[in-house]
């Protein structure tokens, strides 16, 4: 009954309303005055290395798409783009890290490694809109950034884990 | 789940990653020798402007849309508005340093701050 289309569709609705939740309230959180400016902790993301690792890639990349759908119907082209760059960019290369390295990478380092992606998808997005290779002066400060951010939802990921899976068979047993 | 919190290499990852961009962030901190900051709409130079050399303040608006409001002091030079919804630019404040960046995407604007010396090379 798992690999029911309903309880799938039904399943990854949840999780990409919980993504684009987590995603909104972390815009709420008042800029910190070191912050490099446009950083956000991705918060987001818990989401998507759950999916990766426990739902597989298409339910992680179908978040991330989703993603960034809510951010071209909220904030407009610009926006929409540079989450799908970061976000499609991350989510590959931490499903393979999950996928293949995880004998040797925690889910910190999957998070930060992740966390950097995002930022380097946004880079060469940001390169190419404005023309200008110079946004890649922002690229140091916004690597500290993100060991810091993915450090941070590693160990949230870790605490909330059972509950998202538990969310996960709670809907199987509706069904 | 099979995966661990902390593993070996996740140290390593790390301490790489907050080495390799502190010897960045102190290399572009200490060269304060020439301000220069170029402004470039959509890929191409607008205006270079020699910070050490403004007298007062300059307004610069270049012909974007959205319209940006740029303004250059003494030693330091900054987004003073935007017309775009985020005003991400507008954050990142008055940039002092070589190496500072500040972007605004919906206008395709990028002021940066640049040594006048590899300028002079460069052009």
């Known amino acids: 009954m798992k690999n029911n289309i309903a309880y799938k569709t039904a399943l990854g609705a949840i999780l990409c309303a919980q993504a684009i939740a ?32 426990s739902l ?19 904030r407009g082209a610009t926006a929409s783009l540079m989450s799908l760059s970061g976000g499609v960019l991350s989510t590959v290369i931490m ?12 889910l910190t380092g ?28 922002y690229a140091p400060v916004l690597a500290v950034f993100a060991v810091l951010t993915g450090v941070l939802t590693g160990v949230i990921l870790k ?17 | 789940m099979k995966l661990k919190l902390f593993r070996k290499a996740d140290i390593i990852i790390i301490a790489a990653v907050i080495a390799v961009s502190g010897v960045f962030i102190l290399l572009n901190s200490f060269d304060d020798s020439s301000l220069n900051a170029e402004i470039t709409v959509n890929g191409k130079l607008y205006e ?5 050399a403004v007298n007062g303040k300059r307004v ?24 775009c919804k985020d005003k991400i630019c507008v954050k990142a404040g008055n940039l002092t340093h070589k190496g500072d960046v500040a972007v605004c995407l919906p206008s395709g604007t990028v002021i940066s701050i640049t040594d006048s010396a590899t300028d002079a090379v460069t052009y």
């Open chain 1, 56 to 74: 597989g890639f298409p339910m992680a990349m179908i978040i991330t798409l989703v993603k960034s759908g809510f951010a071209f119907i909220t």
């Open chain 2, 48 to 52: 270079t402007v020699d910070l050490n």
């Open chain 2, 60 to 83: 610069i608006i270049p012909d974007t849309d959205p319209h940006v409001v740029i303004v250059a002091e003494k030693g330091k030079i900054r987004f003073e508005s935007a017309e």
């Open chain 1, 159 to 175: 605490a909330v884990y059972p509950a998202l899976e538990k969310q996960k068979k709670y809907l199987f047993h509706i069904h």
């Open chain 1, 22 to 53: 987590l995603s909104f309230l972390e815009g709420l959180i008042p800029a910190i005055p070191f912050m490099p400016p446009g950083a956000k902790p991705g918060f987001s993301n818990i989401i998507t290395m759950f999916a990766a690792d």
């Open chain 1, 110 to 137: 999957i998070s930060v490694i992740g966390a950097l992606c995002h930022n380097a998808g946004q880079l060469f997005c940001s390169a190419i809109l404005t023309g200008n290779s110079k946004t890649f002066y």
């Open chain 1, 95 to 106: 499903y393979l890290l999950i996928r293949y390295a995880s004998e040797k990478t925690g």
